[in-house]
């Protein structure tokens, strides 16, 4: 896949960040985001820079659809071997899954820290047999096996600059820097062995996306006390990428009914290296608590939060391959559409972190 311009946009994003630290000299009292667990960092004498790490774990309903679909239908209408079947899936992934994310950074003085931060999510779905077609009642019995897989991944790597500032009760964090992010939906319909007696099938459907780009991210994130150690944090960030994208449908294999020759064949469409964009919002609500260590200059923290994230990828519709006929005895109409434009993926769960200041 095509990287020409995406270093040039990830660092132009970051150099706009750092730009920023090196203005605002008011005296403004230092402010913690949900990563920055201390607000204590004077030695007597001045501001003591010191370094933030964490690591969370979110656990979020993964909607990451392929943008495309993938049917496919069996029948044997002939006695004795009568069977019918009819499927329609290949959309992508939609199930709960984990995922890790970390961060460190750097504090420099009361109102200016970098930050670098880490997300990825990995997940694979399967079902056996696929999701039947809406309002199709199968009939009879086939000794295929029929099963649908699909896989996402999609992750983040951020590097930012963070302004913190006081308003009333609460603490607010603005950041601004660059991102790189990847999305990746592929899905699969496979139809292996005798169908009934006599045919016997062996095909594969199999449709997917691929984006990688780079671009802005910009954050706020504010947090108010609930007592000594504890307070309630609620953010959200909006991040823009440029890149290329990658999409497929694509159909092959062989179905055969005795004596007849079998039906063989195969097609694939492709749109390689297309320009395409991503914008992702993201949102947290929670609540972190605070304990300073004894006998050692660190402050560890605890936080849980309601997370969500939205993924809107804006891509061109690329078409899809068909695999049909009648062979003998059987039957088959089956397509893989590719991606037919615009994706959008949604992510919602808990995350629960715990890191370190020192």
């Not at 295929?144 to 930012?160: H, Y």
Request: aromatic share 12%; proline share 4%; with cysteine.
């Amino acid at each position: 896949m095509k990287t020409n311009g995406l270093v040039g946009i990830a660092a132009v994003a970051l150099c706009a960040a750092l730009t920023c630290a090196s203005v605002a000299q008011e005296d403004i009292q230092y402010a913690s985001d949900a990563e920055f667990a201390s607000d204590v960092a004077y030695d007597g004498n001045g501001w003591d820079p010191y370094l933030f790490a964490g690591a969370e774990v979110t656990f979020l309903n993964v909607d990451a659809p392929t943008g495309g679909l993938i049917t496919l239908s069996f029948s044997d209408t002939t006695a004795p071997g009568v069977s019918t079947v009819s499927f329609r899936d290949g959309d992508g992934v939609d199930q709960f899954g984990f995922a890790p994310r970390l961060w460190l950074g750097f504090q420099l003085n009361d109102r200016w820290g970098i930050v670098s931060r880490y997300w990825s999510m990995n997940e694979t779905q399967s079902a056996r047999p696929p999701t039947a077609t809406p309002g199709f009642t199968p009939t009879g019995t086939n000794f295929a096996t029929i099963e649908e897989t699909s896989r996402a991944r999609l992750s983040t790597l951020d590097l930012e600059g963070v302004r913190s500032i006081s308003a009333g009760e609460w603490k607010l964090d603005a950041s601004v820097g660059a991102r790189h992010a990847a999305y990746s939906t592929h899905s699969e319909i496979f139809a292996f062995g005798v169908f009934t007696t006599g045919n016997f099938v062996n095909l594969t459907l199999q449709n997917g996306l691929d984006f990688e780009g780079a671009g802005v991210t910009t954050g706020l994130m504010g947090r108010r006390a609930l007592g000594q150690r504890a307070h309630i944090f609620v953010g959200g960030r909006g991040s823009f990428l440029a890149g290329f994208s990658d999409a497929f449908g694509r159909s092959a294999g062989t179905v055969a009914s005795s004596p007849s020759a079998p039906l063989v064949g195969a097609a694939t469409v492709r749109r390689d290296e297309a320009d395409a964009t991503l914008v992702i919002w993201e949102t947290q609500v929670g609540i972190q608590w605070d304990f300073p260590l004894s006998n050692s200059p660190a402050t560890a923290f605890f936080r849980t939060a309601y997370e969500y994230q939205h993924w809107g990828l804006g891509i061109l519709p690329t078409g899809g391959a068909g695999f049909g006929g009648t062979i003998g005895e059987i039957t088959t109409n089956s397509f893989a559409t590719a991606p037919r434009g615009p994706v959008n993926a949604n992510l919602g769960g808990i995350s629960i972190a715990a890191g370190f200041t020192w």
